[in-house]
C-alpha cells in the first residue's frame, strides 16, 4: 500500500486528481451544469440547522453563476431508502442556499422526468434549480445505470463539488460521470483532496494521530498507511476499548467485539514495530448506560455492569500533553458521546488542545461526528482545515483513489494540456 512517505510524492488520490478535468477549465456559459453536491445537512422544523455544508459549496456555484451557467443541483438528504418521504425534501434547503446565493433556487418536484427536464430547459443562465432527494430512489445508491443516465440526460457538463460522497459509488457520483461528455472536479472537492492529501506528503513533525469513533475497521487502512509517517496514535472513544482489552484491561459493558480486540492487538504489535507510540486512555467516565448520565463517574476499570463512554480527566490532561509540540495533527472520531454533558469533556479538551497549536501547525478534522464536535467546541476557524466528509476522509487517509475523483473526465483526453 502506498504511503505517500516520500518527499515530493504525491498522495494517491491527489495524484488521480491532478488528471482530471476541472470545473474552471470547461465552458458554462449558457450550459446545463449538473452539480453533485453535499447538502446532507440537519432540519428542525422546517430549517436548517448547520449550513457548514452548504456554505462550503459556494465558491464552486458562485463561480458558475457568475460565468453564465444555468446550475442544476443534486443531492441527498438521510436515508429514505429508496421511497419518496416528506421528511427528507429538500425543500428547506433551497429556502437556505437561496439566502446564502441571495437569488432565487427553484425546487423541483423530483430528480428525473419530463416535468424536471422541462424545468432545467427553462432556466436562465445565473439562475438555479435544486432537484429532489436522490435517495427517493433506489437507483441512486445502487448506482443504476438506467437512473444515472435519466440525470445525464439533465446536463451538458457534470461537476463533482460533494467530497462528502465521493467515496460512494453511486450513481449521482459515478454513474453520471461515465455517461456525459465531461465530468469536471468543483472547487470543494479539489480543496478537500489538497488538503488532506497534505498530511500523506512529508508532514511536518512531530505528526500525531488522533482516533476515536465507534469502530476499529474503520481505522484499520488509516492506521496502516501511515505508520511510517506518524509519531504518535492517540486512541480514544469507544474503539479504544478494543486497544484497552488487548492489553488485558478490564472494559465491563463497554462496546468491543472480539474480532476488534484480535484486530486491535495486532495493530499495537505493527505500531510497536514501527517505533510509533500508542497513547491510550488510563481513566474513563463510566455509566450503566448512555441515558444513565447522572450515574456517570471515574474509574480506571470498568465494572462488568457498566462502559466507558468517556476519557477521564488524567486521559484528558496526557492526550493534551502529547499535542503540545506537535506540528502535524489529524483527528478522526470524538472520545466520547459528546452529545451527552456528562461525556462530553473528552472531546472537549482534545478540541482545545489541538485548537491550541495555532497556525504554526497543520491541523486537520476528519469530517462527520469530528466536524460536528469541532462546531460545537468553536474551534472551526481555529484549525487549518475542517473536511465535509468523514468516510470519505478516512479513505483518502488510507491511500485510497476516491471513486467520485476516479470517474471524472481526464484532462488529456478533454484536450486540456498542463
Known sequence: MSTGADAGAMAPCAAALARKLTSEEVEVEGRAVLVRVDFNVPVADGKVTDANRIEAAMPTLRSLIGRGARVVLMSHRGRPGGVVDPRFTMAPVARSLGVLLGQHVGLAPDCVGAEVRGLVDALEP????????????????ANDLVFAAQLAELADIYISDAFGVAHRAHASVVGVASIVPAAAAGLLLRREVEQLSCALVDPPKPFVLILGGAKVSDKVELIGNVLQIVDRIVIGGAMANAFLAA?????????????????????????AAADVEVVLPDDLVAAPAIDRSAAAHVVYDVADDEMALDIGPASRARFAAVLVNARTVVWNGPMGVFETEAFAGGTAAVAAAVASLGPGAFTVIGGGDTAAAAAMFSIVDKVSHVSTGGGASLDLLSGVVLPGVDALTNRDSHGVED
Open 247 to 271: 492489553q488485558g484491561r478490564p472494559i465491563g459493558a463497554s462496546l468491543a467485539p472480539a474480532d476488534a480486540i484480535e484486530e486491535a492487538g495486532r495493530l499495537l504489535v505493527e505500531a
Open 126 to 141: 445565473g439562475a438555479v434549480l435544486l432537484l429532489e432527494n436522490l435517495r427517493y430512489h433506489a437507483g441512486e445508491t
